[in-house]
């Protein structure tokens, strides 16, 4: 069975200051797929990065970068310099190519940007 | 390029009343997958679907759930005689390819039911 841990349910920062959004992974699985969602508070998902389990090479892109360690099973999320527009549950997600293409997502974290 | 569509956005239904929730795939995707957003929850997998045929549907209730995905026209997930725990936000996604590198589930806007 696969499973993913957001063990952050809720973060407050204040604008401009830097957060990190910790994802957990399980899965017996040796070639899976890790994703990231938000859901703003209009309540769409939106798609903000992959990462295949062969490649570990960290990605930025702009305020955003993910941070994948097969070794502690994690795969976390930074924005820098937050800003009150990147209020909103931020989804962790996960599968596998044994996973029937099911996305198994983890509970999310609420993030709150203050001004 | 248009998106994953759904259809209603919102959808009320009294208990007892049958509810039909439509899903139009971005151009060119033939899998289609509907996960279920229970109020304060992550979503969960409800069922995979490529044209004409249920590939996975280990996520779905056992009774009263029911999703179809037509050679013409959208997906639909159909849920009979509704009761309140149903009162959710259904999301459909849908990918080009089934797996690989190439896989990415991109999400509709969801349809959020309420049981009154």
């Known amino acids: ?115 | 390029n248009a998106g994953v569509m759904q259809n209603p956005r919102h959808l009320v239904r009294r208990r007892g009343q049958e509810a039909r929730l439509r899903c139009s795939p971005m151009k060119g995707h033939s899998h289609v997958y509907w996960y279920r957003q229970l109020p304060e929850e992550g979503l969960k997998f409800m069922v995979y679907l490529q044209k004409e045929n249920i590939i996975d549907e280990s996520g779905m209730p056992k009774e009263r759930f029911s999703a179809e995905f037509p050679k013409e026209g959208p997906s639909i997930l159909r849920i009979q005689q509704v009761v309140r725990g149903d009162s959710a936000a259904y999301f459909c996604a849908s990918s080009l390819l089934g797996q690989g590198p190439s896989y990415e589930q991109y999400f509709g806007p969801g349809t959020r039911l309420t049981v009154t």
């Not at chain 1, 973060?11 to 399980?26: A, N, R």
């Not at chain 1, 305020?63 to 976390?76: E, G, I, L, V």
């Not at chain 1, 909103?88 to 293409?101: H, I, R």
């Open chain 1, 1 to 115: 069975a696969q499973k993913v841990t957001q063990a952050q349910t809720e973060i407050s920062v204040v604008e401009k200051e830097d957060v990190t959004l910790d994802c957990v992974y399980e899965t017996r699985d040796t070639t899976y797929y890790l994703f990231w969602y938000k859901q703003p508070p209009s309540g769409e998902l939106v798609f903000l990065i992959r990462r295949n389990s062969f490649d570990e090479q960290n990605e930025i892109s702009g305020r955003y970068s993910w941070n994948f360690q097969k070794s502690t099973s994690s795969f976390n999320f930074t924005i820098t310099a937050s800003q009150v527009v990147d209020s909103a549950v931020y989804f962790c997600a996960l599968t596998s190519d044994n996973a029937g293409n099911m996305l198994t997502f983890g509970g999310g974290t609420r993030l709150m940007v203050k001004p």
